[in-house]
T-cell receptor, first 113, second 117 residues
Framework: DGGITQSPKYLFRKEGQNVTLSCEQN?????MYWYRQDPGQGLRLIYY???????QKGDIAEGYSVSREKKESFPLTVTSAQKNPTAFYLC????????????FGPGTRLTVL | AQKVTQAQTEISVVEKEDVTLDCVYE???????LFWYKQPPSGELVFLIR??????QNEISGRYSWNFQKSTSSFNFTITASQVVDSAVYFC??????????????FGTGTRLKVLA
């Protein structure tokens, strides 16, 4: 089955620790995206990548980092510099550009204790 | 600036009622795309429809229908004869950068629909 996987579903970390969220797709999509979802705020774009080895900051990139070394993988690191990291994180992919719909993963709920 | 407004934060209806979810957008682009997604309690967003700026035909898919009006910058979503399984958060989204090349999507804040049995 083609799709996007995110792991783990739930993640708990202590304050001050970096944590990496996994996102893998087997749809052969060029573009990948990371969003953060907080109650009542919809989806906010963290980082996006249109092609391997290239990525751009979204609207709330501070305190996050990404890499795109492989077409199918786009991991997100939440660093200790992120002041309020507890949130629901969604990864998405699309064929490329913005004329097509995005496919979303199941999300990772990160809780920082 | 590009913007998507979903003014209805939460709507509750009784099963079998019709319900319309509003979406108003702002964009400088002359070519753009609009989308609707459904987020059930499981959390994963599911794509429902895509519409480009040159196609103002209304779309019907089963109990779902969409009304796109460029004159009012609106792309509203109607569910006819709602069912409990329609309970979810619904997001409207706008593509950005079709002409400028920034390639981002702008999401509204979502409307939570509760369908009561």
């Amino acid at each position: 089955d083609g799709g996007i996987t995110q792991s783990p579903k739930y993640l708990f970390r202590k304050e001050g620790q970096n944590v990496t969220l996994s996102c893998e797709q087997n749809l052969n999509h060029d573009a990948m995206y990371w969003y953060r979802q907080d109650p009542g705020q919809g989806l906010r774009l963290i980082y996006y990548s249109q092609i391997v080895n290239d990525f751009q900051k979204g609207d709330i990139a501070e305190g996050y980092s990404v890499s795109r070394e492989k077409k199918e993988s786009f991991p997100l690191t939440v660093t200790s510099a992120q002041k309020n990291p507890t949130a629901f994180y969604l990864c998405a992919s699309s064929i490329g550009g913005t004329t097509n719909e995005q496919f979303f993963g199941p999300g990772t709920r990160l809780t920082v204790l | 600036a590009q913007k998507v407004t979903q003014a209805q934060t939460e709507i509750s209806v009784v099963e079998k009622e019709d319900v319309t979810l509003d979406c108003v957008y702002e964009t400088r682009d002359t070519t753009y795309y609009l989308f609707w997604y459904k987020q059930p309690p499981s959390g994963e967003l599911v794509f429902l429809i895509r519409r480009n700026s040159f196609d103002e035909q209304n779309e019907i898919s089963g109990r779902y229908s969409w009304n796109f009006q460029k004159s009012t910058s609106s792309f509203n979503f109607t569910i006819t004869a709602s069912q409990v399984v329609d309970s979810a958060v619904y997001f409207c989204a706008l593509s950005e950068g079709v002409t400028s090349g920034t390639y981002k999507y702008i999401f509204g804040t979502g409307t939570r629909l509760k369908v009561l049995a």
